[in-house]
C-alpha cells in the first residue's frame, strides 16, 4: 500500500499538531456548552476520534454519511443521504467533523438539513480544506490543513475505498488509477 504513493502531504506528526491546535481551539470556544459533534463518514472518522480526544468539552457523538464521489476522483455533483444521524438536532450546537472541502456541496448540503432541522448553531471543522476547488460558497470554522487542487490518500480518504488506514496524507503514483 505505502509503495503505491508518490508524495507525502503531510506527516502523522503534522496530523497530530494540527488535532492538538483545533482541538484546543473548540476547547475554548464550547466552554459550558455540550455541542453533538457529526462525523461525516467514512472519511472522517480518523480525524475525528483524535480530535474529540483533545477536547476538553462534554459532548455527544454522532455520525452521517452521504455519498457525492461513487468511487472516482471527480465529484458527482449531486449529494445523496446515505446514513442519517441518530441525534435530535433541534436548539443543539453541532459541529461537523469532515476529512475535506472540496467543492463545498457537501458541506452546504450538510449545514442546509441540520438548519432546517433547528440546529442552534452549526460549525465545521476539517481536517483539509482545498479552496481552489470550491464551487459553491461554503467555508470550515475550523481547518486543520490547507492542500493544494490534487487527489488526496490517507489518515481517512480513499480511492476506490483503499488507503483510508494510511497514517499519513499523500498523492498516489499515476500508474495507480490505470491498475486498480
Ligand atoms: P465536496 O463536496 O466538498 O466536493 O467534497 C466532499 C467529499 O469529497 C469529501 O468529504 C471527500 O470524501 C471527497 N473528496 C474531496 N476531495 C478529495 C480528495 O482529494 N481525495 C479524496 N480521497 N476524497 C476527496
Ligand atoms: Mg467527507
Ligand atoms: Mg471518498
Do not use: W
Not at 481551539?25 to 472522517?44: F, H, R
Not at 448553531?121 to 461554503?138: H, N, Q
Not at 488526496?152 to 480513499?158: E, F, M, Q
Amino acid at each position: 500500500m505505502n509503495n503505491d504513493i508518490l508524495k507525502t502531504l503531510y506527516s502523522k506528526e503534522d496530523i497530530q499538531d494540527a488535532c492538538r491546535r483545533l482541538g484546543q481551539q473548540i476547547t475554548s470556544d464550547y466552554k459550558g456548552k455540550k455541542p453533538i459533534v457529526i462525523g461525516v463518514l467514512k472519511g472522517a472518522i480518523f480525524f475525528m476520534t483524535d480530535v474529540v480526544r483533545e477536547m476538553d468539552v462534554y459532548i455527544d457523538i454522532d455520525f452521517i454519511d452521504v455519498s457525492s464521489y461513487h468511487g472516482g476522483t471527480a465529484s458527482s455533483g449531486s449529494i445523496e443521504l446515505v446514513k442519517d444521524v441518530e441525534l435530535d438536532v433541534k436548539g443543539r450546537d453541532v459541529i461537523f467533523m469532515e476529512d475535506i472541502i472540496d467543492t463545498g456541496r457537501t458541506l452546504k448540503y450538510l449545514e442546509d438539513l441540520l438548519a432546517e432541522r433547528g440546529a442552534k448553531s452549526i460549525k465545521v471543522c476539517t481536517l483539509m480544506d482545498k479552496p481552489e476547488g470550491r464551487v459553491v460558497d461554503a467555508k470550515a470554522d475550523y481547518v486543520g490543513l490547507e492542500v493544494p487542487n490534487e487527489f488526496v490518500v490517507g489518515y481517512g480518504l480513499d480511492y476506490k475505498g483503499m488507503y483510508r488506514n494510511l497514517p499519513y496524507v499523500g498523492v498516489l503514483k499515476p500508474e495507480v488509477y490505470s491498475d486498480k
